[in-house]
C-alpha cells in the first residue's frame, strides 16, 4: 500500500500560518476520524500532534490544529515560531493494515 | 513518567539476525497494544508491526513478512522484534510506539540496525 500524499516541504515566516495536507484514499484517510500528526526533529522520536483529526494532547500548542475534508487531512500551525521547523508525518488508520504514514513534510522557518 | 527504551541494535551482515527490544515504563503495559515503525536515514517513517496487549492479534507490514517475528512478555514490561534474513534495505532506525485506539503516544528514542558487509 501506498503512502499517504504530503508536500515534501513548506515554508513561512514566522508569525504566519502554514497549512501541510495530507491525501489518501477513502480507504484511509477518508474512512473514518483516524488521522494523527506527529513532530520530529533531526535525530530525535516522532511526537505526537494530533490525533483523531483534530484532537491536541494535553501540552500540545493550540497553535497547532487539524482538519479534514473528504480523502485529504489538514495541520495548520498559525502564529509560527522558529521552533516549529521539523519534519511533519500524518497517519492514519486503514481497511489493510494498522496504519499508514504520510511521506513526511519538512517545515521551514524562514 | 510514560517512557519506552529500545535496545538490541547494531551492525549485522546480509542474511543476518538481530532481535530488539523494547523495556516499558510509567503505565500498565499488558493493557496497551505496541507496534514497531523504523525510519531508514534520510528517509520518512514506516510501520512494521503491531501486536495486541494479549498478543492475541499480530500485524505485518509486507516487506518484512515471514521474517520478522514480533513478541511482548508482560511480566517483563518488554516488547520485542526477532528480525531474521536481514536486507540492506532494513538498515534503519527502530522505535517502538504505544498506541492508543489509531494514535502512537509515546515513541522510544530509536534504535539503529545497519545491515552491511
Known amino acids: 500500500q501506498s503512502a499517504l500524499t504530503q508536500p515534501a516541504s513548506v515554508s513561512g515566516s514566522p508569525g504566519q500560518s502554514i497549512t501541510i495536507s495530507c491525501t489518501g484514499t477513502s480507504s484511509d484517510v477518508g474512512g473514518g476520524h483516524y488521522v494523527s500528526w506527529y513532530q520530529q526533529y533531526p535525530g530525535k522520536a516522532p511526537k505526537l500532534m494530533i490525533y483523531?483529526?483534530?484532537n491536541r494532547p494535553s501540552g500540545v500548542s493550540n497553535r497547532f490544529s487539524g482538519s479534514k475534508s473528504g480523502n485529504t487531512a489538514s495541520l495548520t500551525i498559525s502564529g509560527l515560531q522558529a521552533e516549529d521547523e521539523a519534519d511533519y508525518y500524518c497517519s492514519s488508520y486503514t481497511n489493510s493494515s494498522p496504519v499508514l504514514f504520510g511521506g513526511g513534510t519538512k517545515l521551514t522557518v524562514l | 513518567e510514560v517512557q519506552l527504551v529500545e535496545s538490541g541494535g547494531g551492525l549485522v551482515q546480509p542474511g543476518g539476525s538481530l532481535r530488539l527490544s523494547c523495556a516499558a515504563s510509567g503505565f500498565t503495559f499488558s493493557s496497551h497494544s505496541m507496534n514497531w515503525v523504523r525510519q531508514a536515514p534520510g528517509k520518512g517513517l514506516e510501520w512494521v508491526s503491531y501486536i495486541s496487549s494479549s498478543s492475541s492479534s499480530i500485524y505485518y507490514a509486507d516487506s518484512v513478512k515471514g521474517r520478522f517475528t514480533i513478541s511482548r512478555d508482560n511480566a517483563k514490561n518488554s516488547l520485542y522484534l526477532q528480525m531474521n534474513s536481514l536486507r540492506a534495505e532494513d538498515t534503519a532506525v527502530y522505535y517502538c510506539?504505544?498506541?492508543?485506539?489509531?494514535?502512537?503516544?509515546?515513541w522510544g528514542q530509536g534504535t539503529l540496525v545497519t545491515v552491511s558487509s
Open positions: 510506539a504505544r498506541i492508543s485506539f489509531n494514535w502512537f503516544d509515546p
Open positions: 483523531e483529526v483534530s
